[in-house]
């Protein structure tokens, strides 16, 4: 009977974070306060079926109903009422917790290679500035029950807030902003000398200084293949390839500062310091082109190739981005 009533806990956790992740409301009473403010605890009753609600049952079967403690300052839950008010207010969580905005909260910076984080949680990318691209690392709780490779998954308050119920060696990605749902991606495995990805479709991409790094499906930037996300250009310094990536929102718009590619929208790239600049001042969005296309950028730029000519596969030789015309200089 434990592992029945053990099942219906387990899925009842997820029914919930589901419907929050929808944007539905969850109930308070399943609600669970932050690390720190109370254990929040689940009890599960055994009730007989009313014979004179449903004749056609055994008065002696029993039904698993989950209920909580029914007294809030015994466990730290906030059980609201039937009226459905939300009374748990800001120290309330779904089914982990974030850390604080701050960054002062559980789980510091960890190695996503090594993962090196405790028993029980995983190293993550995460935004510690609140801001909306990966930024730093953090070591998050592995959920309870997890999603495998390729499951559609749950993030809790933000695609970047480190914080999802993917298994071990996977983070949820292409988030879909409205309603938290992604898909569980697979991290890249060996080392950062010598990343390595099982599924040979796949491509190791380490992005925003090393904090992410995710096996990604190869692509085409001028065909925009991808059926989650956008074809980005990855590496740093030099282009090292062509994945699926997700993009940043608010997209960056091509001929203004950027960092990341992701920053910029699909089939535009972040240019390189160490190939032919495409703005004055520096880094910027810019277009992908066709190098077997004449005057592919139009009159004031020139499309010149993303990877050196005869340092990758033979379709990278037609692969360009639109530069500034060189007055060799």
């Not at 905005?101 to 995983?122: A, L, M, Y």
């Not at 190293?123 to 930024?135: F, I, L, S």
């Not at 250009?233 to 500062?257: Q, T």
Request: include cysteine.
């Amino acid at each position: 009977m434990s592992g029945s009533l053990d099942a219906v806990a387990r899925e009842t956790s997820w029914v919930d974070m589901a419907t929050r992740a929808r944007g539905g409301r969850l109930r308070p009473d399943r609600r669970i306060r932050r690390h720190g403010q109370g254990p929040a605890t689940t009890a599960a009753t055994l009730e007989p079926p009313s014979p004179s609600t449903d004749p056609g049952t055994d008065p002696g079967t029993a039904t698993v109903a989950t209920t909580i403690d029914p007294d809030p300052s015994a466990t730290g839950i906030d059980s609201g009422g039937d009226d459905g008010v939300d009374t748990c207010g800001e120290d309330c969580c779904l089914f982990l917790c974030p850390p604080d905005p701050d960054g002062s909260g559980d789980g510091g910076d960890c190695d996503v290679w090594s993962q090196d984080c405790p028993d029980g949680e995983k190293c993550m990318p995460w935004a510690n500035d609140g801001g909306n691209r990966w930024n730093a690392t953090r070591c998050s709780p592995l959920a309870d029950p997890d999603h495998e490779l390729g499951d559609a998954c749950a993030v809790e308050g933000s695609a970047v807030s480190g914080i999802d119920d993917c298994g071990p060696g996977m983070m949820c990605l292409f988030v879909d902003p409205a309603t938290l749902l992604g898909t569980c991606i697979a991290d890249c495995g060996g080392s950062e000398a010598n990343p390595q990805c099982d599924d040979p479709s796949t491509l190791c991409v380490i992005e925003f200084e090393g904090t992410l790094h995710q096996c990604l499906p190869a692509c085409d930037p001028l065909g925009q293949d991808c059926l989650q996300g956008g074809c980005y250009a990855f590496g740093h310094p030099n282009v090292g390839g062509f994945a699926c990536g997700v993009p940043i929102l608010p997209s960056i718009a091509d001929s203004e500062p950027c960092m990341f590619d992701w920053e910029c929208t699909p089939g535009s790239m972040c240019s390189r310091p160490e190939r032919p600049a495409a703005c004055e001042f520096g880094e910027c969005c810019t277009p992908f082109c066709d190098l077997s296309v004449p005057e592919a950028c139009g009159p004031d730029r020139v499309c010149t190739s993303v990877v050196p000519e005869g340092l990758g596969p033979p379709e990278y030789d037609t692969w360009g981005y639109c530069a500034l015309p060189w007055t060799g200089e």
